[in-house]
């Protein structure tokens, strides 16, 4: 019994240093991201962002699942409000 409570307890904590690891990355690449979005001037980011919302499909009020209203509203954070 206590090799299977090590055993969880081991997997449990790989599993928690992958999520740190994802979390890192993600956001470095919002860091990364942000300064090119900077540097962009206004034409190019206006035709980005609407390449975006053409490629982002129209859902009907309500039947939006949590996860795509996450993507949706992350988007919007990135383009609207980057980090500074």
């Known amino acids: 019994m206590k090799n299977l409570i090590a055993e969880l307890l ?10 740190k690891e994802l979390l890192v990355q993600v956001e470095a690449m919002e ?6 979005l900077r540097k962009m001037d206004a034409a190019q980011f206006n035709d980005m962002a ?3 919302a053409r490629a ?3 859902v009907a009020p ?7 209203q996450m993507l949706r509203n992350y988007i919007e954070k990135l383009l609207n ?4």
């Open 81 to 84: 409000h980057p980090r500074v």
């Open 10 to 19: 081991l997997k449990l904590a790989e599993k928690e240093e992958a999520s």
């Open 31 to 36: 860091i990364v991201l942000t300064a090119m």
């Open 62 to 68: 309500g039947a939006e699942t949590t996860e795509a």
């Open 56 to 58: 982002m499909p129209p």
């Open 50 to 52: 609407a390449g975006i």
